[in-house]
């Protein structure tokens, strides 16, 4: 079983500057996936960033970036010139090939909030 | 718009009632999942279909079910309701069961109120 942990369950940033939200996952797999999802207020899940844990470089989109320690089972998402349209819940997701299935496992998230 | 479909959006009903929510995937996408996502257990992985067949079970309780029809639509039925099966139902669908090109593509929800 697969189990993720997100120990911030809010933040808060200043427009313009960077955050970092945190993420700890725990897996017996060796070939597995990270992702992390934003759910603004509209409820819709908007896919940011994703990993493939057999890749060392780090993946980056745009403004977001991931710092990922495999070793330390840790996947960090950084947000560089924060905007306010970043404002919504953040959610780190695992998930691997089991029996030919994606099924994500989803930590409890971190509302971040944008201060203007 | 991810080209994930859910109705309805909204559904208020009784306890003890049974609803169907409806899913309708991504052209050509052949996988569907089913997540639940409530104050009480977070986000929550309940059944994938893929291309007709039950791939992969989560934490479903035995009140529910699904099914995929060969126009591969997914229907998430949810039986003997109670307070506590209020949640938002989100559909994903991906292309294929594989592969990192396997983005899942989320459905805007379905909001399920037992009252």
């Known amino acids: 079983a697969q189990t993720v942990t997100q120990s911030q369950p809010e933040m808060s940033v200043q427009e313009a500057e960077t955050v970092t939200l945190s993420c700890t996952y725990d897996t017996s797999e060796n070939n597995y996936y990270l992702f992390w999802y934003k759910q603004p207020p509209s409820r819709q899940m908007i896919l940011v960033i994703r990993q493939e844990a057999y890749k060392q470089q780090n993946a980056t989109e745009n403004r977001f970036s991931v710092n990922f320690q495999k070793a330390a089972k840790s996947f960090s998402l950084k947000i560089s010139d924060s905007q306010l349209g970043d404002t919504a819940m953040y959610f780190c997701?695992?998930?691997?090939?089991?029996?030919?299935?994606?099924?994500?496992?989803f930590g409890k998230g971190t509302k971040l909030s944008v201060i203007p | 718009d991810s080209g994930v479909t859910q109705t309805p959006k909204h559904l208020i009903t009784a306890t003890g009632q049974r609803v169907t929510l409806r899913c309708s995937p991504r052209s050509g996408d052949l996988s569907v999942y089913w997540y639940q996502q409530s104050l009480d257990q977070g986000l929550q992985f309940l059944i994938q279909?893929?291309?007709?067949?039950?791939?992969a079970k989560g934490n479903i309780l035995e009140r529910f079910s699904a099914q995929q029809f060969p126009d591969l639509h997914s229907e998430l039925n949810l039986s003997s309701l109670e307070l506590g099966d209020s949640a938002l139902y989100f559909c994903a669908s991906s292309a294929a069961l594989s592969g990192m090109v396997n983005e899942q593509f989320f459905g805007p929800g379905t909001r399920l109120t037992v009252l």
């Open positions: 279909y893929y291309n007709g067949e039950e791939r």
């Open positions: 997701a695992s998930a691997y090939s089991g029996a030919g299935s994606y099924q994500l496992t």
